[in-house]
C-alpha cells in the first residue's frame, strides 16, 4: 500500500518511533535542548566522521504550468522566464566543476513543452562524462519515466511534499498537475521502483504549522525506510524566503519555525533517525549554517544561484514571458535582463568560503563521494 493511503492511521496511531520523536519536538527548556544538540553531534560524528557533503544546484528552466502561491515560478507571475539549452546547461556544469562541485542538482520548473521528453536526458548524457553524480528535482514521474533517467545517469531525486497538510496543500495549489495531493506524496515510492540509489524528502516550512509538518515527514520517512530500504534517503527542512511576486515576504508567526526550533527540529531527525543524511541550503543565513553544520547537518549547498544561467548568464538571449503557461515574446529588451530567481537565498559566499567555514569547524568539505569506476566489474590490473 502506498504512503497516500497510510499516512492518516500513521499520524492517528503513532508508531513507537514516532512518539519518541514527537515527545523530542515538544517545547523544552535550554537544558534540554543543549543535551539534545550534544547527542545529536555525538550521533552524527559516530555514523558520518566529520564529513559534509557539498552540493550546487543548476537551475535549467523556471518555465511552470503549476500555479503554486508561495512560489517565484508559479505560472501566473509575470516573470522573465527561460530554459537553457544543452549546451548552456554544460557551460553552467563546466562552471561549477571548475568550483569543485562534483555533485550537482538539476532543478526545473515542471512544463511538459519547455522540460520534455527527452530533454533532460540529453543534459544527463552531457553531463555524465564530468560530473560523477548527478540528481534532480523536477516534476513528478511515472515508474517507467524514471527508470530512463536512471538509465541516463541520474542516481539521486528531490521531491519535496511542499506541505503535508493536505487541506493547505489544495489551498496553495490552484491549477496545474501539482493540484494532485496523492500523486506527489507517493513520488519517492515511484522514484525508488525506478531505480534511484538516493531519494530526498522535505517539506517548505511556514505553510503550516511546523510540529505538524515535521510529524508528517517523520512518518513518511519511517515508512521509506521500511518500504524502500534499498535507496538512502535524506531530509531537508527549508523555510520560506521572500520570493518573486511576494519579495516582501514576512514569515506568519503561527506557522514560523523559529531558528532555535530548527536547532531541535535538525537534533530530533538525527536522534530518532541517526543514519539519514539532513540537508541544509543556502536559504540559510551564514551564521546560523555554521552553527547547524556540526550539530547533524551531512549535506549543504554552497554558492548557490536559482534561476537558469544564474552562474555564467547562459540563456539570457532567450528571456521572454508566459501566459497561462504558454510563451509570450518581450516587446523591449535593454539586454541586461536576467531570468528570473525562485526565491532569494541568504548566504551569498562563495563554495571556497563555506568550505573554509567547514574546515574551521574541524569538518571535512567532501566534493565528491562516488565514481562509476567502483561498479565497474572490470579486474583490476
Known amino acids: ?151 541516463h545517469g541520474a542516481e539521486g531525486l528531490v521531491v519535496y511534499q511542499e506541505t503535508y497538510h493536505e487541506p493547505t496543500y489544495r489551498q496553495l495549489h490552484t491549477a496545474g498537475p501539482k493540484k494532485d495531493y496523492r500523486w506527489r506524496l507517493d513520488c519517492p515510492e515511484r522514484a525508488y521502483r525506478g531505480g534511484f540509489r538516493r531519494i530526498g524528502l522535505g517539506a517548505l516550512f511556514g505553510l503550516a504549522d511546523w510540529r505538524v509538518e515535521a510529524m508528517s515527514l517523520a512518518a513518511h520517512l519511517e515508512y521509506l525506510l521500511k518500504h524502500c530500504w534499498k535507496a538512502q534517503f535524506t531530509v531537508a527542512f527549508p523555510r520560506m524566503r521572500p520570493y518573486a511576486g511576494n519579495y516582501q515576504y514576512s514569515p506568519d508567526p503561527d506557522l514560523f519555525l523559529s531558528d532555535r526550533a530548527l536547532v531541535q527540529l535538525v537534533s530530533a531527525f538525527r536522534l530518532v533517525f541517526p543514519q539519514v543524511g539532513i540537508v541544509l541550503s543556502t536559504r540559510e543565513p551564514a551564521n546560523l549554517r555554521d552553527a547547524l553544520a556540526p550539530l547533524g547537518i551531512t549535506h549543504m549547498s554552497a554558492g548557490a544561484r536559482t534561476e537558469p544561467g544564474g552562474y555564467t548568464g547562459a540563456g539570457h538571449d532567450d528571456l521572454h514571458l508566459t501566459v497561462r503557461g504558454r510563451r509570450v515574446e518581450m516587446s523591449t529588451k535593454t539586454g541586461c535582463e536576467r531570468a528570473t530567481e525562485q526565491f532569494q537565498i541568504h548566504d551569498q559566499r562563495s563554495p571556497s568560503e563555506v568550505a573554509t567555514a567547514l574546515r574551521a569547524l574541524s569538518l571535512d568539505p567532501v566534493w565528491k563521494d562516488w565514481d562509476d569506476a567502483i561498479l565497474d566489474p572490470s579486474p583490476l590490473p
Open 1 to 151: 500500500m502506498p504512503f497516500s493511503t497510510e499516512i492518516e492511521d500513521a499520524l492517528a496511531h503513532p508508531s513507537p518511533l514516532l512518539r519518541r520523536f514527537s515527545a523530542l519536538i515538544e517545547p523544552t527548556d535550554d537544558v534540554r535542548l543543549r543535551e539534545m544538540t550534544r547527542r545529536s553531534a555525538t550521533l552524527t560524528r559516530h555514523h558520518f566522521g566529520r564529513t559534509m557533503r557539498l552540493f550546487a544546484p543548476l537551475y535549467v528552466s523556471n518555465e511552470c504550468v503549476n500555479n503554486c502561491t508561495y512560489c517565484g515560478f508559479s505560472r501566473d507571475n509575470p516573470i522573465l522566464r527561460t530554459t537553457l539549452t544543452v549546451p548552456q546547461v554544460v557551460t553552467e556544469a563546466r562552471h561549477l566543476h571548475g568550483l569543485g562541485f562534483r555533485n550537482i542538482l538539476l532543478v526545473a520548473g515542471e512544463h511538459p513543452k519547455f522540460v520534455s521528453d527527452g530533454y533532460l536526458q540529453e543534459c544527463l548524457d552531457a553531463l555524465r562524462p564530468f560530473v560523477p553524480t548527478l540528481a534532480l528535482e523536477v516534476g513528478p514521474m511515472e515508474d517507467p519515466q524514471y527508470a530512463e533517467i536512471v538509465s
